[in-house]
T-cell receptor, first 113, second 114 residues
Framework: RKEVEQDPGPFNVPEGATVAFNCTYS??????FFWYRQDCRKEPKLLMS?????NEDGRFTAQLNRASQYISLLIRDSKLSDSATYLC??????????????WGAGTKLIIKP | NAGVTQTPKFQVLKTGQSMTLQCAQD?????MSWYRQDPGMGLRLIHY???????DQGEVPNGYNVSRSTTEDFPLRLLSAAPSQTSVYFC?????????????FGEGSWLTVV
């Protein structure tokens, strides 16, 4: 089993719809969780951190389910500009450092007009 | 607003050639790193540095060298290029090593080894 797994997609979603995707992780000791966004042939950029209590940033909501070991990203009222690949990032262990991060392969989202 | 700058953007190498990917950041970040990104795989850490004069190996260090003589610069050297090193390379930096620190990436270098 991969340490971090994501459905590669693509998720084809009409503009204005709500879309959600999950990311599962294998290490129950993981403490830090993030979603990064990567546009085609561009660099990844931080979208949001994922907190234990869940967090929201505008149309984006991130949740953590420790019992089932997954994080989720929900996008409401999707825009054409949301089309991108969403990377799930989890720290490998209790040593909560940037060089212990595991990067998922990403979920591709395509928003259609 | 330069952030993280890496060059070249595109490079084609012949097997056995060596080259250096340059990376510079102007944010006075302690932590710098190099990743490679291959289709269907997550970013994989090649080497990283927690400060000037300090470097360490990541997950996939073989075939690569790094040095960190200044806070700003962190070049990646391919010693003897192999087709398996065909990939997209990203240089990255963050304020410090804590996982809560946002990682800022360069625009990427597309490398093809023939």
């Amino acid at each position: 089993r991969k340490e971090v797994e994501q459905d590669p997609g693509p998720f084809n979603v009409p503009e204005g719809a709500t879309v959600a995707f999950n990311c599962t992780y294998s290490n129950s000791a993981s403490q830090s969780f993030f979603w990064y966004r990567q546009d085609c042939r561009k660099e990844p950029k931080l979208l949001m951190s994922v907190y234990s209590s869940g967090n929201e940033d505008g149309r984006f909501t991130a949740q953590l389910n420790r019992a089932s070991q997954y994080i989720s990203l929900l996008i409401r009222d999707s825009k054409l500009s949301d089309s991108a690949t969403y990377l799930c990032v989890v720290n490998r262990n209790l040593l909560d450092s940037n060089y212990q991060l595991i990067w998922g392969a990403g979920t591709k989202l395509i928003i259609k007009p | 607003n330069a952030g993280v700058t890496q060059t070249p953007k595109f490079q084609v190498l012949k097997t056995g050639q060596s080259m250096t990917l340059q990376c510079a950041q102007d944010m006075n970040h302690e932590y710098m790193s190099w990743y490679r990104q291959d289709p269907g795989m997550g970013l994989r850490l090649i080497h990283y540095s927690v400060g000037a004069g300090i470097t360490d190996q990541g997950e996939v260090p073989n075939g690569y060298n790094v040095s960190r003589s200044t806070t700003e610069d962190f070049p990646l050297r391919l010693l003897s290029a192999a087709p398996s090193q065909t990939s997209v390379y990203f240089c990255a930096s963050s304020y410090s090593t804590g996982a809560g620190n946002t990682i800022y990436f360069g625009e990427g270098s597309w490398l093809t080894v023939v």
